[in-house]
């Protein structure tokens, strides 16, 4: 039964609708509470659906927004500031998804596949939404990065009352969702199971893996089994849980067992689906997290309608509750829900924070600059020289590190090369290539590449990141131009121990000045600290799966081997070099 109640936030009284039930077509109901108004005026919409709880969303009422590395910081508190909402003249409505919470029905698999298309069951809800006396009709989304995921899933299915939609930190490519450039991406284990700073998905008894639904129970044993051969599976204890107490972590369950691309991913995958979304969309993402950063941009090119592109500054993630954004948000509102010309669309399509300068840039696409690819070439002494290594191999003897296995140690080796400090301030927009030309002595390891801002003091920012599994090293030739590498990821080949193999890593994009003083520092390494000026950002456990194996890597940066950054510069003198040099 609905609880029709008011309640005291703040100043305001905010009217609460709760326990409200919405018909999905298939006879499911799903759970929503509405917050609105205290008056009986008709406001529009705006929509949250996840299955993370609508009682936790609840907390933006009561909990001040926490930023990381706060303890009470929760990743899945993301649905927005309620009493703002309400504020601004909207009836805020927040659902749990099929499976979730208090709603009927299963929910089989993660929300990109399996069982009823999650965007039609967020249509139908939209519909509902529209449908009631206190909406009038007009509805958007909010909500960050499952709620995010939604809103794209439910914009291609056209629901006619969502007039727009506003999508900040969402997750698009949905393989590269947990697994970078092949490796393994462990976060998405604490968003559905609630670890280490995550609540997680408030299961219900509707939860089912889409893997033990579609195959039989002795092809699931030898998909077991191979997956269990790969060293890096069987050596992290967690992921030896999940494949054989594979009911306890259903969701997270189908991801492990699905370590390559192809359809598993790309059934109703966000980018796939968007050349279907024709309603205006706001794209937003802050810088740090480069892959986020990249299957935004990605979105936002095949997107149709009416779009913006809007990149912000470090460090990574939002408070929650969520609460950033908002002012941005309210002004698209505006104009799409209410009607209002304040200008937002004679505004730059595309903006982007720059970090270093701290500066705005704008304009019509990404990159908004022209860029001009230069290669920055791994010398001795760690160096990074715009000029290329004139020795050979004999004498410029390979760099290299040696990874023992986790296991049985705590230390992560990091070998890291530096340019000379810059003498002027020096852009860099886009995404970029590291070409490295390695020798190891195991079938498989991963390249884990991060570029940082080090400044005169010794301080440091991260600038963006690059990731490869060294058998997921297959180019996709036809989408690969230079600075701008692309892997089909839908095989992984063994390496040949011995053989010197050229890695192409895709370096995420990023928009960074380096000031004068200060100096680019790229670090390389095949696993990665839980614990560093970045990760300290982070959730505990967004962090990539260790290899399982100890593993010799040898770095060639010789005449014979240009191992080598491709960045994208925009300072440029008149002959076409980077400004500092």
Known sequence: MTDFHTIQAGR?????????????????TLAADAYGGTDDTPRPALVALSPYGKELQALALTTPPQRRPSPMWDGCIEAGDIARVVQEGYVHVIG???????????????????????????????????AQPWCDGNVGMIGISYFGSMQVLAAAERPPSLKAVFVSGGHYDFYETT????????????????????????FTDGVRSRMLETFPPEEIREKVARRLRDPDVAAWPNLVHVLNYPKNHEAWFDIVMNEVDGDWYEERNPITLAPAIDIPVWLQIDQGRGWTVDGTIELYESLKGPKKLDIGPYPPMQSRPFVEEHDKMFRWYEYWLKGVDNGIMDEPAVTVHVEGSREYVTGTRWPPKDVVYKSLYLRPRRALSFEPEPMGAEYAAPDGFYQAPLTVTDKVEIIGWSTAAFTEPTELI???AAHLFAEIDQPDTNFILRLWDQAPTGGRQLVTTAYLKASHRE???ARTTEGDPRHPHTRAVPVEPGRIEEYVLRIH???????????LVVELSNDEPTAD??????????FHLPVGRPVTHKIYRDAAHPSRLVLPFTTVRADGEPASV
């Open 96 to 130: 749990d998804l099929r499976g979730s919470g208090a709603s009927e029905g299963e929910h089989i698999g993660n929300y990109n596949a399996g069982g009823v298309p999650l965007g039609q069951d967020a249509h139908d809800f939209i519909e509902w939404v529209a």
């Open 430 to 432: 886009g995404q970029g």
């Open 533 to 542: 000026e970045h990760n300290a950002l982070l959730p505990p456990d967004a």
């Open 179 to 202: 697994y970078h450039g092949g490796i393994m991406w462990l976060m998405p284990r604490a968003a559905r199971e609630g670890r280490g700073g995550d609540s997680g998905w408030a």
């Open 509 to 519: 994009p990023f928009a960074a000045t380096f000031l004068p003083g200060h100096k």
């Open 12 to 28: 305001r009284r905010i009217t609460v609708r709760k326990d409200l039930r919405v018909p999905m077509r298939d006879g499911v």
């Open 475 to 477: 180019l996709d030739e």
